[in-house]
């Protein structure tokens, strides 16, 4: 054995004979980074069948397998009995490791450092983390959609929900998850500094608190700026996590259609992405499309999230949040709430400035709507017609935003000329008919039994 290479202090040097100089450098500094201030000692010999020993007081092994392991070399085997205090790298490069229990690993076949950790059942520990957010309405760690139709009240209940989350305090006798919250406001951001004031008012929030909740009001394309936005929240938080990121809306961060089932994959896998990096809550807030009765666009979404929560309106214009379905949470709970005006001071031009706060409201006085009309027969009749013309005629479109995926349209002319047909109206005269099909069609599509956009119908209920 000729060559010498030592470490001492942190610094790593190696001889410059002999085929396997690299492998040894690269685990010389592995291990003083891991080691500083112990002295290392390595024998080298100039043949092929390269023998190492290493060393060190207390020194451990793995590093240096690790090194090996990252070099590319295939892993050694100590010397019989000996897995600290002067382990010996033997035979090196010609067998598999073989370590004391604790230590014990299997190699890949590349000779590469595995990319996925593997854990032993014994080794399965039990978090005892709060699982949700908001207990009962949204999961700690995950995707949550919050869903509606426009003016239903949905944002103003996401903000509110948050600010309970970032004043650490019971939201409607739930418990929370208190930490930093990230809400990007990506339409209406002008309005929340009125939303600010008014929440404060109304919680009687001192004027120097100043909880942890950040507002994010320029628009992206999330998919492309995701990686922007986590380095933004990193630079504001530092070492702290949020508990939660909201995306308001969807459709106003997404420059894709949200019926592209490719583009709203690329949207999830963002979304996934912040989630992954500060093991927060990510809430997205969505409209539903002409079909009322779901979110709007591709059905990767509803699959893709661990909570779905539905906002609407109720007879008495309550606003009313209902969990449609939780993973490892109960579904059908209801939270029903009002908007109430609270001013906020006054303009340049002395005029009250107003903004609305979320107030509870006793789910004994929420209103059911009234039980529908029942269809008129020549609403009957064309709702038939379209359902004989779709099944005969109809085609899937290309993909948009306001027609949901995959279901099959007719043009209106279609539409009319099978109602025509089925008689809509028993006259003989065109302007009869005319007038029949045009208040069955407009009775249809209001009451959402007929969805409608650009001279295309199809079957909405």
Known sequence: ???????????????????????????????????????????????????????????????????????????????????????????????????????????????????????????????????????????????????????????????????????????????????????????????????AKAFRKHHDLPDNSNPPFFLVSARMDFVRDHPALIASIRDKLGTDDPAAVVLDTLNRSLPGSESSDQDMAAYIKAADAVRETFNCAVIIVHHCGIDISRPRGHTSLTGAVDAQLAVKRDAGDNIILKVEWMKDGAEGDVVASRLDAVEVGTDDDGHPITSCVIVPVDGSVVTTASKAPRLTKAAQTALRALVEAVSECGDIPPASNHIPPGVRVVTVDQWRDYAYRMGISTSSENRARQQAFKRASEHLIADGHVGFWDNQVWLAK
């Open 1 to 195: 054995m000729s060559e010498i290479a030592y470490t001492d202090r942190g610094k790593a040097e190696v001889g410059n004979g002999g085929a396997y100089t690299e492998v040894l450098e690269s685990c010389l500094r592995t291990i003083a980074a891991a080691e500083p201030g112990k002295e290392l000692v390595v024998f080298a010999n100039q043949a092929r069948e390269l023998s190492s020993h290493v060393r060190a007081g207390g020194l451990e092994l793995l590093p240096v397998v690790t090194a090996l392991n990252e070099a590319g070399s295939r892993y050694v085997e100590p010397k019989h009995g000996h897995d600290s205090v002067q382990a010996i790298l033997a035979q090196a490069f010609s067998n598999s490791l073989k370590l004391p229990e604790h230590h014990r690993t299997e190699a890949p076949a590349t000779g590469r450092r595995p990319r996925f950790s593997l854990t032993r059942f014994a080794e399965l520990k039990m978090s005892t983390a709060p699982a949700q957010l908001i207990r009962g309405l949204i999961p700690r760690v995950g995707l949550t959609v919050v869903w509606g139709p426009p003016k239903s009240g949905k944002s103003f209940v996401v903000f509110d929900a948050m600010m309970h989350v970032a004043i650490g305090e019971h939201y409607r006798s739930r418990e929370v998850t208190h930490g930093p919250v990230v809400y990007c406001a990506f339409e209406g951001a002008e309005g929340y500094g009125k939303r």
